[in-house]
């Protein structure tokens, strides 16, 4: 599929699928000395892209940064908690990008086969 609803959706998928991986790197280093937690931003540039109409797949970047979380004794900013909320909400956003993408393709499919 290549049309804006579908890039859009692609889009999303790939985000958060970044995000979950930025987010598990942050949870794996927890305690290692001088580790810099990261976060991602998809959603600003998605959104632009929208506003503008010219969503495609190629023009979309992710964009991945330190976070500013106070540094602990170790000289490391990963805060757990933050952490496991952000993974929590990620698995529910990427359960429901993934459910928009079911219904996309099975009311495609419907119309297709009334034809």
């Known amino acids: 599929m290549s049309d804006p609803v579908s890039f859009v959706l692609h889009d999303a998928i790939d985000g958060l699928a970044l995000r979950q991986r930025v987010i598990a790197d942050n949870i794996a280093n927890v305690d290692t000395p001088n580790f810099r937690a990261h976060s991602v931003d998809f959603e600003s540039a998605l959104s632009s892209a929208i506003d503008r109409g010219t969503v495609s797949t190629d023009q979309l970047?992710?964009?991945?940064?330190?976070?500013?979380?106070p540094v602990g004794a170790n000289n490391n900013?990963?805060?757990?908690?933050?952490?496991?909320?952000?993974?929590?909400?990620?698995?529910?956003?990427?359960?429901?990008?993934?459910?928009?993408?079911?219904?996309?393709?099975d009311r495609l499919s419907a119309a297709a086969g009334s034809f």
């Open 61 to 69: 970047q992710a964009t991945v940064e330190e976070t500013q979380t």
């Open 77 to 105: 900013n990963v805060d757990l908690r933050k952490e496991s909320i952000a993974a929590i909400q990620t698995q529910f956003q990427y359960q429901i990008v993934g459910r928009a993408f079911t219904d996309r393709f």
